[in-house]
């Protein structure tokens, strides 16, 4: 089984390239930057997130172009896809990249709008700049019945 599920922040604007075919289709690569768990072994300096590439293709990838930008947090999944290739000085090259299959939007519009400027801070016990709401942008009804709900 080859599954990858992420949830972080875009490290970076998201790149949407087309191909060169008859029907061009649309190509977006973007990194995700995953918090790592805390450690009390972790060394002062050492990375506190994982930057990882991602690609998506069509009309997913043109969602995640118009509507992310750096700073903005996603929920991925997709699969692990290591692939190969020459350089022009004629050296191997390998690529490991999460293919999406999916994503979701993690925050609210608003929230969006605000983080849009800011940037990913990898700082050691680095507060966000805005404080999240602890409901994501939800609110729970304490009073509904479990026969109100649809499943």
């Known amino acids: 089984m080859n599954k990858v599920i992420l949830l972080g922040r875009m490290a970076r604007d998201p790149e949407v390239r087309y191909t060169q075919s008859a029907e061009p289709l649309a190509v977006c690569r973007f990194a995700v930057a995953v ?51 020459t350089d022009q000085q004629g050296n191997k090259r390998y690529s490991t990249d999460v293919v999406v299959e999916d994503f979701e939007f993690v925050e609210s519009k608003a929230e969006r709008e605000n983080s849009a400027g800011g940037g990913f801070n990898t700082a050691p016990n680095a507060q966000p700049s ?15 019945e479990d026969e109100d709900l649809p499943f």
């Open 35 to 85: 918090d790592r768990p805390f450690s009390r072994n972790r060394q002062e300096g050492e990375p506190t997130a994982d930057f990882i590439n991602c690609v998506c293709f069509g009309k997913r990838g043109e969602n995640i172009g118009q509507y992310f930008r750096k700073g903005n947090r996603i929920a991925v999944t997709g699969r692990l896809q290591v692939s190969n290739y």
């Open 130 to 144: 805005s404080p999240m709401p602890s409901s994501a942008g939800f609110s729970i009804d304490s009073d509904a």
